[in-house]
């Protein structure tokens, strides 16, 4: 056994290496290890005790006699085994630990570590890395893998892997180990599972320039009770909301207590809201009920994680050439929703109201909805209205109360993520461009499928969500690293 073991090691030992010192495991081995699916045995299914096989990748359980890995070393003379769990590596089967720092690589992209230092310098600079496979990349803006119609969720996942506070505390998970949940609660696997993605998305040490988020949907499935799948195209705004406050949630967080969640992104605002005469009524009843206290304005104080932006209709003419026209409209145009005047209607199933709303206080980062799909009983439908806006300084201080005016230091803000739907509602496909800090430089991903973008390119597409960040540095939340 011995022998054939030497073999083996003399087989996949590099050329520059003697046997005494030289790595257990080729280069060419380390292009089949993939630690992005979950851990389990690829016989038993199991996730106990489960080891990786080093020379081609496989996961079996358990390392003693008659067991998977066991057996899969006899039959197929593959002899190094990493556990996924302790990070320690054995030879089988002859059972004996390996301690060899060449293999340091391997645990580090199974697991990797991140400094307060190195975290402080991610958004300082925009060095490429080069993969074991030969590409190059930028640390956080790299592919994910559309497992099969996923890639709703994976916009949503890219654009928060580049919000700085909300990565920063991810990257380090010391800030979330020791959060208390119920016994049995499944929705810290999410917290875990979103750490995980965050540091394989920025490792600048990866064997491939891409990342696959089997783990974190997994999480997002099981989490969600099968809300959002892998195998079936979901909505982008639905899926951001409910991760938002799943995560802040399951951090502990609460409508009184905080979290980085809503520390990065919650803000607050005035709601005014009248109640309506039914329209069937007489004018002189209609008169006489609003004279009521029932019909008279409310104000409410309200907090939000994100702003929805309503679109006008898109009319339906064709110009000369019947070819449809493509209505556009200024950003500013659908802000004007938060001014404080401007009234809109909104029905329920038996009363109808006229709301307003004046923002009071506004979010570190900000997130916009634009709101594209109309939904009823048959189908849903698409406003392709292109948004038109800046890419920086939007000042959005004509939209705070008085009061808040005062108190807001900076209300002008620039766009860091900018999340597209491309085609029909049921069919369509997302993309995202995100603002990489370090180079100041756009890229656009859609899937695996990375490349840079002039900004101004942005503009032309049929934005869904943005992310826009406030133009403060020395931001208290971007420094953030505890809940």
Known sequence: ?????????????????????????????????????????????????????????????????????????????????????????????????????????????????FTKQHIAGLDKQGKLYRAYDGTTYLPGIVGLNNIKANDYANVVLQAFSNVPPLRNYFLEEENYRGIRRPPGDIMFLLVQRFGELMRKLWNPRNFKAHVSPHEMLQAVVLCSKKNFQITKQGDAVDFMTWFLNALHGALGGTKKKTSIVTKAFQGSMRIFSKKLPHPDLLPEEKEALLLTEEYQEQMSESTFLFLTLDLPTAPLYKDEKEQLIIPQVPLFNILGKFNGNTEKEYKTYKENFLKRFQLTKLPPYLIFCIKRFTKNNFFVEKNPTIVNFPI????????????????????????????????????????????????????????????????????????????????????????????
Request: proline content about 2%; aromatic content about 10%.
């Open 392 to 483: 920086t300084n939007v000042d959005l201080r004509e939209y705070l109360t008085e009061e808040a005016q005062a108190t807001e230091k900076n209300t002008t803000y620039d766009l860091v993520a900018n999340i597209v739907h491309d085609g029909k509602p049921s069919e369509g496909a997302y993309r995202i461009h995100v603002l990489h800090h370090g180079t100041g430089k756009w890229y656009e991903m859609q899937d695996l499928q990375v490349t840079d973008i002039l900004p101004q390119m942005i503009t032309l597409s049929e934005a869904y969500i943005q992310i826009w960040k406030r133009q403060e540095s020395d931001d208290d939340t971007n420094n953030h690293t505890g809940a």
């Open 1 to 113: 056994m011995m022998a054939s073991l030497k073999r083996e090691r003399e087989a996949v030992v590099d050329d520059d290496d003697n046997e005494d010192g030289g790595n257990f495991v080729c280069s060419s081995c380390r292009s089949v290890l993939d630690f992005d699916f979950e851990k389990l045995c690829s016989i038993s299914l199991s996730h106990i005790n489960v080891y990786a096989c080093l020379i081609c990748g496989k996961y079996f359980q358990g390392r003693g006699l008659k067991s998977h890995a066991y057996t899969h070393s006899v039959q197929f003379t593959h002899h190094v085994f990493l556990n996924l769990h302790t990070l320690k590596f054995y030879c089988l089967p002859d059972n004996y630990e390996i301690i060899d720092s060449s293999l340091e690589d391997i645990t580090y992209v199974l697991k990797p570590t």
